[in-house]
């Protein structure tokens, strides 16, 4: 019974758990970062010291994602600034974004964050907000959709949802809603506190975020919007860097153009001061051109002007360009190695584009990537183109100048050549061709970092986003449940354990046997009184019974314990009270009656008589009066309503319980009542607690000491042994009272110097008996199953009279 209170217990710990417990949910995402430089080769600039831009070390990219200026870029992007709750029986929930209202602060002081500010709905119009500011509490009541003036901020309050408020104040009525508010500080703290960020592989690059909350939808989202943030940043700082050095570049182009446009200028004023009509000499001093080939170098003019229209209206149309063409018509022009650049660039990408378009469709990101890039060449390239074109067409306006000025003037150069500073030609020239080289290596570099920057997309992957999750890691029913049921079946092995450590009890023959020799003259099974008349003999009310045939072997066990004629006294104690000495002496009286012995039983327990009880007597004369002579023994007497069994009480209490119990007049008494009786029973006090037994022990020829199955104790018997060694107590035996019957066995016998007898008996019945001291249960029918097993103890008896006369 104890041990399923213990598991009950157990049980209704474990709900009470999971009913108090907040749910705690766990999600993860997993990135892998890209530590290669192969994105360079997207944006067609050379791996030189710009490779290391892109190089990343990943430990420093986890400590990036804990810093909390990181996080706050996180934070701007999701409503965490203000968290929402709602207060339950039990528990208190983190609405999110199932809040049914929003608010909004202005002006909020340091002493309004971080507190709790419950929020009571009164209607959809009006609400009461009430929070505590240290010692101090405040209390509003407030209109919805305006702002409101309040100690420590502004505050405007929206509802979204008011059938979802009356539903929660009807079901909870003393509850509320509240909120807390954070600065950007305290809501890192609030919301990524629980954020575990980790390399999870530092060979293939993979970083873990995994987050904890009571909320799931809000862990994901935050790990979510993370991780995308992470790789925005990521392509936001390559853009930068590309942005800084483009504005770089268009400010040196400004001053390169400007230069070039000087150095041009100052060239074409002093071949046009000098009348020269071609670059007479180049740098190093070699003849490049005759003095006839102005018309040449017009011709050449006009043919590069032509074939750059021809690429301006590639560039227009919306078909692949013919690369290999183009080239042709720019041949051993000023302005084709540019183009071909472009032009190989532009045909590298399409050839790209080609081959991943077998495997992909035109939606890939890769391939919307590679049009970016090629639309940006092409743009470049086309501004290169019209960049070329007013050049020459100044230079055809030159030219058609300077032939009207010769013709004015009789063009006198064929037949003279002009003189000329030569030198300063050579240097204009050369300032003029630095100016030019410069300009067009600035436009290139600008081409190289456009593309990039329309490239620029994080090589990082997301490998695995954060799912909302489901269910719950903490607490887990099952695991619970488990744990306290664990829990409870460790203390019963506890009690258990210590029980069995700590028992001292006598629960089984063995427990005797093996510490006395002192023989087993008795087995009582235990009883349950079933009424209040059951209080005198229980072998009178169930004659048939299995508990009246235990007694009748008791009663025919003492036959041999004694072979002297004559009539017997049997005293019956016990160590302590409660062991049911007075319970088998009335009964064991009984049973000798019923045998036709004629018995008598006498209460020695002057301190605690209980015979008058049991037989409803008067108990106002007895053994204390008798024994110091102030009433007769005719007087003292009384009888039952058996024949043949009669009893004296105990009397009025003396004041020397002793010395009544030790006097020569209860040896004459005793000698008296021997000449009238077959069977003197002396039912004494306890043997442990007082002496008096010991002196009715020393003159009983069946000294019987009780003990009882889980209530005498086992050194009990230690005891037992003491008094019968010490005392020289002879035919001692030794009765085990209160035995449950149901898968008892028992076996007992008695030795001394001269005979060896034994008995033994075994049975297993289907009655179910409890003990209470002096009572049983009885029923009106027998068990046929009793009945077989009563027979069985009947043959049993007969056959150890039949053992017990032959060996005699």
Not at 104 to 110: G, M, N
Not at 665 to 690: A, H
Not at 709 to 720: E, G, H, M, R
């Amino acid at each position: 019974m104890l041990y399923a209170i213990i598991m009950i217990i157990a049980g209704i710990s474990g709900f009470i758990f999971l009913r108090f417990s907040s749910p705690l949910y766990n999600t993860m995402a997993i990135i892998q970062i890209n530590k290669s430089t192969d994105e360079m080769k997207v944006n067609l600039v050379s791996n030189d010291d710009m490779s290391s831009v892109f190089d990343y070390n990943i430990n420093n990219l986890v400590e990036l994602l804990r810093s909390p200026e990181f996080k706050k870029r996180t934070l701007k992007k999701l409503p965490l600034n203000i968290n929402y709750f709602s207060e339950g029986t039990f528990l208190n929930y983190e609405q999110y974004t199932a809040n049914p209202y929003f608010v909004e602060l202005q002006d909020t002081k340091d002493f309004f964050q971080s507190i709790p500010v419950y929020v009571k709905f009164i209607n959809d119009k009006t609400y009461i907000l009430n929070y505590s500011i240290g010692e101090e509490k405040f209390t509003y009541t407030l209109k919805t959709n305006t702002w409101n003036q309040i100690k420590g901020c502004k505050i405007y309050l929206n509802i979204s949802n008011y059938q979802k408020i009356e539903e929660y104040q009807r079901f909870s009525p003393v509850k509320s809603y509240y909120f807390i508010s954070y600065d950007d500080n305290g809501a890192i703290a609030a919301n990524f506190a629980s954020i575990e960020i980790r390399v999870a592989d530092e060979q293939s690059g993979l970083i873990a975020l995994e987050d904890w909350g009571q909320n799931p939808t809000k862990i994901a989202d935050i790990l979510n919007t993370l991780i995308q943030d992470f790789l925005s940043y990521n392509v936001e700082k390559k853009q930068e860097q590309a942005n800084k050095i483009l504005d770089y570049i268009d400010e040196q182009l400004k001053v390169v153009y400007k230069n070039l446009d000087i150095s041009e200028r100052n060239l074409s004023t002093f071949k046009q001061t000098n009348h020269i009509d071609q670059d007479v000499l180049n740098i190093t001093g070699e003849r490049i051109l005759t003095n006839n080939s102005s018309e040449d170098k017009a011709e050449q003019v006009k043919k590069e002007f032509s074939a750059l229209l021809k690429v301006k209206e590639q560039l227009a149309s919306k078909d692949a360009m013919n690369t290999a063409q183009l080239l042709s018509l720019l041949n051993n022009s000023p302005s084709e190695s540019m183009i071909t650049n472009y032009l190989n660039a532009i045909n590298q990408l399409q050839n790209e584009r080609d081959k991943m378009l077998v495997n992909v469709t035109e939606k890939n990101q890769r391939i919307i990537t590679i049009d970016k890039q090629i639309a940006t060449q092409k743009e470049l390239l086309n501004e290169f183109v019209n960049i070329s074109n007013q050049k020459l067409q100044n230079e055809i306006k030159a030219i058609q100048q300077q032939s009207v000025s010769k013709f004015k003037a009789g063009d006198t150069t064929k037949t003279k050549r002009n003189v000329y500073d030569e030198v300063e030609l050579s240097k204009l020239t050369r300032t003029y061709k630095i100016h030019e080289g410069f300009y067009y290596q600035l436009v290139d570099m600008k081409a190289k970092y456009l593309v990039a920057k329309a490239g620029h997309v994080s090589q990082n992957l997301i490998l695995r986003m954060a799912d909302v999750p489901k269910d719950p890691i903490y607490p887990i029913k099952s695991k619970i449940i488990a744990i306290f049921v664990a829990l409870g079946a460790i203390i019963i092995i506890l009690i258990t354990a210590i029980k069995y450590l700590l028992h001292n009890d006598i629960t089984t023959l063995s427990d005797i046997t093996k510490y006395t020799d002192t023989p087993i003259s008795g087995v009582i099974p235990t009883t349950r009184r079933a009424s209040k008349t059951d209080k005198r003999l229980l072998v009178e009310n169930k004659p048939d019974s299995i508990f009246t045939e235990a007694f009748r072997t008791f009663r025919s066990n003492l036959d041999f314990l004694s072979s002297q004629k004559g009539s017997k006294i049997v005293a019956v104690s016990s160590t302590i009270s409660g062991e049911g000495k007075t319970f088998i002496a009335l009964n064991l009286g009984g049973v000798l009656s019923f045998s036709g012995k004629n018995v008598v039983i006498l209460d020695m327990d002057l301190r605690r008589p209980k015979i008058h009880i049991n037989f409803n007597a008067e108990n106002s004369m007895g053994m204390s009066t008798l024994l110091i002579g102030r009433d007769s023994l005719e007087d003292c007497v009384q009888h039952t309503d058996f024949k043949n069994y009669d009893f004296i009480t105990s009397g009025p209490i003396p004041p020397n319980p002793s010395e009544l119990a030790t006097s020569e007049s209860f040896d004459n008494l005793l000698e008296r009542l021997k000449s009238i009786y077959d069977i003197i029973i002396i039912d004494t006090p306890p043997i442990g607690i007082v002496s008096d037994a010991i002196y009715s022990f020393q003159r009983a020829d069946y000294p019987i000491y009780v003990t009882r199955v889980n209530f005498s104790k086992k050194n009990f018997i230690y005891n037992l042994n003491y008094i019968k060694e010490s005392k020289d107590i002879k035919n001692m035996s030794i009765v085990l009272n209160g035995v449950g019957v149901r898968t008892s066995k028992y076996g007992y016998g008695y030795k001394n110097n001269y005979n060896s007898y034994g008995y033994s008996y075994g049975y297993s019945y289907g009655y179910t008996y409890g003990y209470s001291y002096g009572h049983y249960s009885s029923k009106n029918d027998i068990d046929t199953r009793a009945r077989g097993i009563y027979k069985y103890l009947k043959y049993l008896n007969i056959f150890y009279y039949l053992n017990t006369d032959k060996e005699k």
